[in-house]
């Protein structure tokens, strides 16, 4: 914001504020060429021939290409929205991110991890779950798959902690309680287990605990998918505050155009495994290049 | 007067696929607004009036022509050309946009929306607190739905509180797509004297109104879109 000091009719200069943010460039996350396929492929559909391929599965061998030559990076402190149809690839790609399954070929460089200079595709798993551990946090869809139903909610944000290498109880106890505050979960229950909770508390719980290490990206995959409008309200809510207060790089993965609308600036679609369309969200929504984009854009209701 | 923004040769299409057709919505516009000035655009609906506001704010991809702009973080550089990631930023600091619709989180309050709009610039709570209030009460909007959903607002009140959220970020160019389509006369001269301060502030302003009568004696330059071409008026 440049504020203008106005003098006797006449612009005198404009002020710029401390708090300004400049222009940064910086990445956090720089992903070149990645492929993930089930399957070892066949003569027919390897070596560029894609003829034996229907969308992105192998007829002939049975071969799944589930992400094809992804390519895209995440800077500092936005938010990249990742859509399309079920099956097109945005969960798999999610997944080979976080290391929770094995990626077949591709890069992936995170400059605050060893200077961006080393391929986390091809690090150990024990360099793996480090990454993890101290530089992301990742919320599933399934809240069965990212957090212990049985544990209390603050022994899963310690367990987080802890395999981030915090060490001191107290410590872990009072950042634990801090972000179930900040996510809205009543003190009285903190340490009721998940499977206690409804679909919107076990959410709520999962962003807590993918917070808890203060990590510089956040994969936030198919966070509102399943819950009522409500509660889907106030989880929106709760990820737009992160935006503003914790200044952390996000990739949101959606179906719902209307989510990603409110969250992301940039916003990359896929098809059958492929980027086939990356820009502005509000450019994407409101001129959308690509047939399927198209046709997606005049599918909203 | 210094150049602010310049338009040059820009044309725009837009590829309809399921159609198999194209539509061509604006041609050769050339156009140049001056640092403080407070340009109108006119034209009947379809004329492609709002193609040109939404392809400075690049909503629209570019596609043929330039747009020139003088930014005070990045100095002369073209719209078209310049990073997804450098255009986040111009929005956010430079250039703002009103349009018709308001699109907010669900269940954020009026006072919410117009705040947040300030702290992600990355100002502290307090002085985005205090803009906030000097900005709805100028609008006079109700101190009673301050903190209220705008769903369950008016069009009217709707409308005035997109505009607030633009206007507390004091953007150098502020996109006006027809921002007083839907108010009544009282909200209409409410807009029209926070535009007055703007001008005084030095905001450059490009806004499309169907009523230009109202806007007549506060517009520096008037255009007329006709069919996609540009008409500059006296």
């Excluded at chain 1, 460039?25 to 390897?46: D, F, R, Y």
């Excluded at chain 1, 200044?247 to 086939?276: F, Q, Y």
Aim: include cysteine.
């Amino acid at each position: 914001m440049i504020r203008a000091i106005v003098f006797n009719g006449k612009t005198i200069y404009r002020k710029k504020f401390h708090w300004m943010k400049s222009f940064n460039e910086a990445i956090v996350l720089s992903v070149q060429n990645l492929n993930k396929q089930h399957g070892t492929g066949c003569e027919q559909c390897t070596n560029g021939n894609r003829h034996s391929l229907i969308k992105n599965y192998c007829s002939q061998c049975g071969t799944v290409y589930a992400c094809q030559n992804v390519s895209f990076e995440v800077y500092e402190g936005e938010t990249l929205g990742l859509v399309g149809e079920s099956g097109s690839g945005k969960s798999t790609l999610m997944d080979c991110l976080y290391f929770d399954i094995e990626t077949t070929s591709g890069k992936a460089f995170m400059p605050s991890y060893k200077k961006g200079e080393h391929n986390l595709f091809h690090q150990t798993s024990q360099e793996q779950r480090w990454i993890r551990n101290q530089l992301m946090g990742k919320v599933y869809q399934h809240a069965s798959r990212g957090l212990k139903m049985d544990f209390s909610s603050l022994s899963n944000i310690a367990e987080k902690m802890i395999a981030a290498g915090y060490r001191n109880v107290s410590d872990m106890k009072s950042r634990a309680t801090e972000l179930l505050k900040h996510v809205e979960i009543p003190i009285g229950r903190m340490k009721d287990a998940p499977k206690k909770f409804s679909g919107g508390m076990q959410q709520r719980v999962q962003i807590a605990r993918a917070l808890s290490n203060y990590p510089p990206l956040l994969l936030l995959d198919e966070v509102t998918t399943g819950l009522d409008l409500s509660i889907q309200a106030s989880v929106l809510d709760l990820i737009k505050i992160i935006q503003r207060d914790f200044n952390v790089s996000m990739i949101i993965v959606s179906h719902d155009l209307r989510v990603i609308r409110m969250l992301a600036e940039r916003t990359i679609v896929m098809l059958e495994g492929k980027i086939i369309e990356q820009g502005l969200t509000d450019q994407l929504l409101e001129d959308p290049q690509h047939p399927y984009t198209q046709q997606l854009v005049q599918s909203l209701i | 007067m210094n150049t602010i923004l310049q338009l040059k040769k820009l044309s725009k299409c837009f590829k309809l696929h399921h159609l198999g057709t194209t539509i061509e919505a604006v041609r050769d516009i050339n156009m140049e607004l001056a640092e403080g000035d407070f340009t109108g655009i006119t034209g009947k609906s379809g004329s492609g009036k709002s193609t040109i506001l939404k392809c400075i704010y690049r909503t629209y991809a570019p596609q043929q022509g330039e747009i020139w702009y003088h930014s005070s973080s990045f100095g002369w550089i073209d719209l078209c050309a310049i990073s997804e990631r450098k255009m986040c930023y111009l929005r956010k600091y430079e250039i703002g946009y009103v349009s018709q619709f308001l699109h907010a989180i669900p269940r954020t309050s009026a006072r919410e929306i117009v705040e947040n709009s300030m702290l992600e610039m990355g100002c502290e709570l307090q002085f985005a607190q205090e803009e906030t209030k000097k900005i709805l009460s100028h609008f006079e909007l109700d101190p009673a739905l301050w903190d209220n959903y705008p769903v369950t607002f008016s069009g009217g009140e709707r409308l005035r509180l997109n505009i607030a959220r633009a206007m507390v970020k004091h953007p150098r160019l502020l996109l006006l797509d027809e921002p007083t389509a839907s108010l009544d006369a009282t909200s209409k001269l409410k807009v029209r004297e926070l535009m007055q301060q703007l001008i005084q502030e030095g905001t450059t302003m490009l806004g499309i109104f169907h009523d230009i009568e109202f806007m007549r004696n506060l517009c520096h330059k008037e255009y007329k879109v006709v069919d996609g071409r540009l008409h500059e008026r006296a």
